[in-house]
């Protein structure tokens, strides 16, 4: 182990310095100040370790080193005090006495107590069968305050800030520079009361500072981790060995400078530390106030379950913040439950608008000790959940038939219900089989029931605009006809309803996908495949009107609605939330859309035939009448015709008005 070695050399009065490679420990009389020279960059096949020691007046942390140092690197944008220093050990003593704020890092230009590089030098005097030694400082400091520091060795510039690569993870601060060194200080308190791992899978670090046989389970390697005498921040378990675990105090974050640290083995995985939390409540005479910590940077939201509008606090880029929720305040929904007993329950929610796996539920209580004025808190921490999803399937087109549908990663399972967090796949199929069309996905927007929150997914070019969020839209490996997008289950915490939207375009005979760039972890662009674009140009459209007989509608709007539910380790409802399923067909024609609502068509139908039915009565009713007056007619010239007392002057007459009815036949 890495602390093994460094305490042989503690307690060896002639070693000055040490190299490690997992397993292996070399004693050096030398030091990397006093032989510059000899500190070169070894990375391969593995990246060892140097330790320097550097003794000071007061061990600040009983942990087995104390400063990080890694040489031509620098943390930018967070500086809070700058001021000159002779050298770098009167840098980190400035770090050290900093008392206005939490110093959280420091960069500087020489070594100091014990010291790990990083990246990896080697030590040319007399390194023991070649072993080479990694540019990483250890340095026992004297206080707590400071987390790091940037110093310039040309100019002597200290520069004090109050943020580290951890508590930065995932940003691009943290960037090359010759002229500077960076420390930072591994005897900074973290919290540690809950902690969220996530996994890397089809990778395992290649040095590491501990390993441990005869490991029961992984949970009992992720104690180990989680209570190392310092500051781990990785593990594996089972991959190089039955029931060893590996820790490390290194993770994506902190490996910037490091040139293939991991070696691909496609079972394995590690597990990085991505965040911890302590949670204290602060009990008032009329409020309680929940304090949060965190590991990482935080930038989202924390809230009142049941009002993330009403009792909510944005948090911008902080890593201590706070919700004061008043007793007699409706708008928080604080509960009495008992005499001087007082609950609440808070969501931690990492982005600004939607639920995901990643954020957290805590059950808070206050007891009031009424009798003597006494104040305790308990804080119960607890993710859990069951989320109750319906979904509408089904949007028709004119042509192709186009259908949007939730499934299990695999595709084969229409997911009806699922958790937050879940792996489920959004999948737009083209129904015909034998359809000469492909299609391809853009401006993918989630609503919530209320259309008072939403959230761009697949923006206009067809890119994800979070991928934590949702992935890009790829085809499937089995027919161009489906595209598929992988996203965690997620919900709004102000509706029970998550609609999506999108536009889908038909193209023939195929779809060209678009290029998108997408920063990944480490803060580095890196290029993806998405089958979505923007509109086709004007030209390109009249060129394709001009070659296609038949063209397709430009745009379909595709809906479907999802039911969702959220837990967070509270009590269950008493009520259940029956599922509604909304099913309408959407049409489109070339440039304008319109809905057809069956319920609606059903009414115009029935009127229609009402209107009919009307019409033929109204038409024999007239039709009898006329029948009546043409009887009665007939049967008054029938008593006049056989008189035989008529003149011929009469009877011409007769004749002369029957000729006259002749000419101009009467019409019923």
């Not at 599922?579 to 440039?591: G, I, L, S, Y």
């Not at 069956?598 to 009713?621: E, K, M, N, Y």
């Not at 011929?648 to 007459?653: F, L, W």
């Amino acid at each position: 182990m890495f602390t093994d070695c460094l305490e042989a050399c503690q307690s060896n009065d002639s070693c000055n310095s040490v190299n490690y490679e997992t397993g292996l420990c070399v004693l050096f009389a030398s030091t990397a100040d006093k032989l510059p020279g000899a500190l070169a960059k070894s990375q391969f096949p593995v990246s060892p370790i140097y330790a320097q020691k550097s003794c000071l007046a007061i061990r600040p942390c009983a942990r087995a080193w104390c400063i990080d140092r890694v040489q031509a690197y620098k943390l930018v944008g967070y500086v809070k005090r700058s001021a000159q220093a002779a050298s770098r050990r009167d840098c980190l003593e400035m770090c050290l006495g900093e008392t206005d704020f939490t110093c959280r890092w420091s960069v500087h230009g020489e070594t100091s107590p014990f010291i790990p590089f990083q990246p990896s030098p080697i030590l040319t005097t007399t390194p023991p069968l070649g072993l080479s030694l990694s540019l990483f400082t250890i340095i026992i400091i004297h206080t707590l305050f400071c987390r790091s520091a940037n110093f310039y060795r040309s100019s002597g510039l200290c520069e004090l800030s109050d943020m580290d690569r951890i508590t930065l993870a995932g940003s691009s601060a943290f960037k090359n520079s010759d002229e500077a060194d960076y420390l930072e200080n591994a005897c900074a308190e973290e919290p540690n009361k809950l902690c969220e791992f996530k996994r890397l899978s089809g990778r395992i670090l290649k040095t590491v500072d501990s390993v441990y046989q005869d490991v029961s389970s992984v949970d009992e390697c992720r104690e180990l981790c989680l209570n190392s005498p310092y500051r781990c921040h990785s593990y594996d378990y089972g991959d190089t060995g039955d029931m060893v675990c590996r820790l490390s105090h290194h993770s994506r974050a902190t490996l910037a400078d490091i040139q293939d640290p991991y070696l691909d083995v496609p079972e394995a995985a590690t597990y990085e530390l991505s965040s911890c939390y302590n949670v204290s409540i602060e009990c008032r005479a009329g409020d309680m106030v929940a304090k949060i910590r965190t590991s990482r940077i935080f930038d989202g939201k924390v809230y009142a379950k049941g009002a993330p509008k009403s009792c909510s606090v944005d948090v911008k880029n902080s890593l201590e913040f706070e919700l004061r929720m008043g007793y007699q305040d409706l708008e928080c929904n604080v509960r009495q439950n008992g005499l001087g007993r007082y609950m609440n329950d808070v969501v931690i929610q990492h982005h600004d608008k939607i639920v995901t796996s990643s954020d957290l539920g805590l059950a808070l209580t206050c007891q009031y000790d009424l009798t003597n004025k006494t104040v305790s808190n308990d804080v119960d921490l607890g993710v859990t959940g069951d989320i109750e999803t319906t979904l509408s399937e089904e949007v028709v087109v004119d042509s192709p038939n186009v259908i949007m549908k939730i499934t299990q990663r695999d595709g084969n399972e229409m997911m009806r219900s699922a958790e937050v967090g879940d792996a489920l796949s959004l999948r737009f199929e083209i129904a015909e089989q034998q359809s000469p069309y492909e299609i391809f996905v853009r401006e993918l927007v989630a609503m919530d029931g209320t259309d008072n929150a939403e959230i761009t997914l697949i923006d206009s070019d067809g890119c994800p605009t979070d991928h934590f969020i949702m992935g890009p839209i790829y085809k499937s490996s089995t027919t161009g006809k489906i595209l598929i997008s992988h996203f965690d289950a997620f919900k709004f915490p102000s509706s029970q309803t998550v609609q999506f939207r999108a536009l889908v375009t038909p193209c023939m005979p195929s779809c060209e996908p678009v290029q998108c760039d997408q920063e990944d972890f480490s803060g580095e662009l890196r290029s993806l495949i998405s089958y979505g674009r923007k509109r086709r140009s004007t030209n390109a459209s009249s060129r394709m009107r001009r070659e296609t007989l038949k063209q397709p509608p430009e745009d379909m709007l595709l809906v479907q609605s999802i039911e969702i539910t959220d837990k967070f380790g509270f009590e269950k409802q008493q009520s259940q939330i029956k599922p509604t399923t909304k099913e309408t067909v959407f049409m489109a024609a070339d440039n304008q859309a319109f809905c057809i609502n069956g319920f609606g068509l059903i009414l115009a139908s029935a009127i229609f035939l009402l209107a009919q039915v009307s019409v033929i009565g109204i038409w024999t009713f007239l039709w009898q009448r006329r029948r009546k007056q043409r009887s009665f007619e007939e049967s008054s010239y029938g008593s006049t015709i056989p008189t035989p007392t008529l003149t011929a002057g009469r009877t011409d007459s007769l004749c002369k008005l029957y000729e006259t009815h002749s000419r101009h036949p009467r019409h019923f």
